[in-house]
């Protein structure tokens, strides 16, 4: 069984990006996170193929229905029928030994988003349990993306830092494979190492 890496560990804390995270449309002073954010990190962490996701609907009622219906009278005054469902779902990925299940439910006055909005609130609750979006669940999201912003302009000074440093072109080569993707295409480490290559070419040919 396989261990999680450093670089895993830590995209799986990265908070969320703050589009992903959106006010709850019922309950006030809570929010939601977009499921599709979710899968896309689990495919960041773990790869595309390598994570099996599971999910099927639950009995609502004792008679075994899988909806619990409801109809009533929106404010303008239109009869509208909404659709209650609960989904077991559970995410594995067997490499890493990692199993977790959840059950979670939803309405809407679609049958087939009801179900489906069942599966997605499964998901993102499965995923705080690994530490994927666990910010938002503790009301703390814009702290942690206030705290990454802070980490990765330090880890991009760093490099810079490192960049000006360098005496020739292999040198430069070198500490550019050590820099993960996000320092590599910020603006400032590119204009860093632009210049310490303009540098060291212009000192070899003089």
């Known amino acids: 069984m396989k261990e999680l890496s450093a670089e895993q560990q830590l995209l ?45 609907l639950l009995a ?30 559970t995410i594995e990925v067997p490499e890493y030994g990692i199993y977790y299940e959840c059950i979670a439910g939803a309405s809407n006055d679609d049958m087939g988003d009801a179900a489906k909005g069942a599966t997605t ?9 690994i530490g994927i979006g666990i910010d938002v669940f503790k009301g703390q999201h814009d702290q942690a993306l206030k705290l990454e912003e802070a980490r990765v302009k330090l880890e991009i000074s760093k490099a810079v830092l490192a960049i000006k440093k360098c005496e020739t072109v292999e040198q430069l080569k070198d500490a550019k494979a050590k820099f993960p993707e996000h320092v590599l295409n910020s603006r400032d480490f590119k204009e860093a190492a632009t210049e310490r290559f303009n540098q060291i070419s212009a000192k070899q040919a003089a």
């Not at 939601?32 to 390598?50: C, H, M, P, Q």
């Not at 004792?62 to 209650?84: I, W």
Request: with cysteine; glycine share 8%; proline share 5%.
């Open 12 to 56: 799986i804390k990265k908070p969320l990006p703050a589009e992903a995270v959106k006010p709850h449309p019922t309950k006030q002073g809570m929010s939601t996170i977009k499921a599709i954010y979710v899968t896309e990190r689990l495919n960041d962490v773990f790869g595309i193929g390598s994570w099996a996701l599971k999910t099927h």
């Open 60 to 89: 609502t009622a004792g008679d075994g229905a899988l909806f619990t219906t409801r109809t009533y009278t929106t404010s303008n005054g239109k009869e509208r029928t909404e659709y209650f469902a609960v989904a077991k779902t």
């Open 121 to 129: 609130d499964g998901i993102t609750k499965i995923c705080s349990y």
